[in-house]
């Protein structure tokens, strides 16, 4: 079964930066899109951005806007986003998906097919 992980996570300050990437275990696999989402304590998860493999295209929540980028390597299947002037409720796990199939909703957590373990990001005030 394919797995995804994640690595980058830790903790910053804020106004800080960290990158994330996202890798799947099996070489072979084919995505049609990566996402990454996050999730609070005691929140639900949230989108925060995805990519498009075919497109290239990117989308990204409002609140991260103009702060975070995602991208992508074609070869690896693998995804990064890097994330500049951190604030402190940009702190949660981040978790990387990836979808298979057709993708109409790339900000709909539902439509992905495996996600990774989560890694933990803490931006301090």
């Known amino acids: 079964q394919v797995q995804l992980v994640e690595s980058g996570g830790g903790l910053v300050q804020a106004g800080g930066s960290l990158r994330l990437s996202c890798a799947a275990s099996?070489?072979?696999?084919?995505?049609?899109?990566m996402g990454w989402f996050r999730q609070a304590p005691g929140k639900e998860r949230e989108f925060v951005a995805a990519?498009?493999?075919?497109?290239?295209?990117?989308y990204y929540a409002d609140s991260v806007q103009g702060r975070f980028a995602i991208s992508k390597d074609n070869a690896k299947n693998t995804a990064s986003v890097q994330m500049n002037s951190l604030k402190p409720e940009d702190t949660g796990v981040y978790y990387c998906?990836?979808?298979?199939?057709?993708?109409?909703?790339?900000?709909?957590?539902?439509?992905?097919?495996?996600w990774g373990q989560g890694t933990q990001v803490t931006v301090s005030s």
């Open positions: 998906a990836a979808d298979r199939g057709v993708t109409m909703n790339l900000r709909n957590p539902n439509e992905y097919d495996y």
């Open positions: 099996d070489r072979t696999f084919r995505t049609s899109a």
């Open positions: 990519i498009n493999w075919s497109t290239g295209n990117t």
